[in-house]
């Protein structure tokens, strides 16, 4: 079955870096692509980027271009969030969720992963 | 960006009832290749979101048939026919035609 697993809790202080992972397995790595979404607590659900693990294709959401890398790793079947200069207002739960393509996706998602930024 | 809007913002349902959500789009959604990308999602408290619906009115695999979507251009409904006690949470729709996708603000549902 198709599982997207999600790395553990991260805590950072202001102006650090974070980076989520999101392995998956139960389907052909390279066939698809993954998204990025976060959800700051209490609130909606953020489209952050895009990378196709098929075509190489990376996009970014504007909120986050220049602060955000996605990569992939083909040969573990992983794909990498990273952020970087971390503001208190990043706090939120990231998921990673598959897509066929950049405008199709969706239908598996991560648990999600808590980053929390604070002094 | 394009802007989803849901409405309304809370339901709350009676058991067994129909719901109905709406959402609108600031662009009409129809893409390239004559697909309609817009999704409807269900986030349970604590929990990721789920796709119910793609491309407006297909339901994912293990979608009760009680969930149904419709619409075209810039309107569109998700519509439960008869409201379970799991069906709380929240309901969110997304346009991933136009970049980058975007979802509404979502909708409590509640019993």
């Known amino acids: 079955q198709v599982q997207l697993l999600q790395s553990g809790v991260e805590v950072k202080k202001p102006g650090a870096s974070a980076k989520v992972s999101c392995k998956a397995s139960?389907?052909?790595?390279?066939?698809?692509?993954i998204a990025w979404v976060r959800q700051a607590p209490g609130q909606g659900l953020e489209y952050m980027g895009w990378?196709?693990?098929?075509?190489?294709?990376?996009l970014y959401a504007q909120n986050f271009q220049g602060r955000v890398t996605l990569t992939t790793d083909t040969s573990t079947s992983t794909a990498y969030m990273e952020m970087r200069s971390l503001r208190s207002d990043d706090t939120a739960v990231y998921y990673c969720?598959?897509?066929?393509?950049?405008?199709?996706?969706?239908?598996?998602w991560g648990r999600g992963t808590l980053l929390t930024v604070s002094s | 960006d394009v802007v989803m809007t849901q409405s309304p913002l809370s339901l709350p349902v009676t058991l067994g009832q129909p719901a109905s959500i709406s959402c609108r789009s600031s662009?009409?959604?129809?893409?390239?290749?004559?697909?309609?990308?817009l999704s409807w999602f269900h986030q349970r408290p604590g929990q990721s979101p789920r796709r119910l619906i793609y491309?407006?009115?297909i339901r994912d695999s293990g979608v009760p048939d009680r969930f149904s979507g419709s619409g075209s251009g810039t309107d569109f409904t998700l519509k439960i026919s008869r409201v379970e006690a799991e069906d709380v949470g929240l309901y969110y729709c997304?346009?991933?035609?136009?970049?980058?996708?975007?979802f509404g603000q979502g909708t409590k549902l509640d019993i």
């Open positions: 969720a598959r897509g066929s393509a950049v405008a199709a996706w969706g239908d598996y």
């Open positions: 139960g389907y052909s790595f390279t066939n698809y692509g």
């Open positions: 990378i196709s693990a098929f075509n190489g294709e990376i």
């Open positions: 662009q009409a959604l129809v893409y390239g290749d004559g697909h309609t990308y």
């Open positions: 491309r407006v009115s």
């Open positions: 997304m346009q991933g035609t136009h970049w980058p996708s975007t």
